[in-house]
């Protein structure tokens, strides 16, 4: 079974550091969804987060990123 391990909370609390740091140390894959919707939508996250002006709509897309 895959464990997964999720941070999320206010902006610049060191977020990815903590996780990039975890991640090394339990010798997992370390993924940041907000590079990986940048990739996917070719945006800044404020461009982001103008596609999709809703908390809703970008929670979902959010969402289907991770699935």
Do not use: C, W
Request: glycine share 8%; charged share 25%; proline share 1%.
């Amino acid at each position: 079974m895959e464990t997964i391990i999720l941070l999320f909370g206010v902006s610049n609390v060191g977020k990815t550091t903590t996780g990039r740091i975890l991640a090394d140390k339990l010798g997992v894959q370390f993924i940041d969804l907000d590079e990986e919707i940048k990739k996917k939508h070719k945006v800044t996250m404020e461009g982001f987060a103008n596609m999709f002006p809703f908390a809703y709509s970008r929670a979902k897309e959010a969402g289907d990123l991770l699935t």
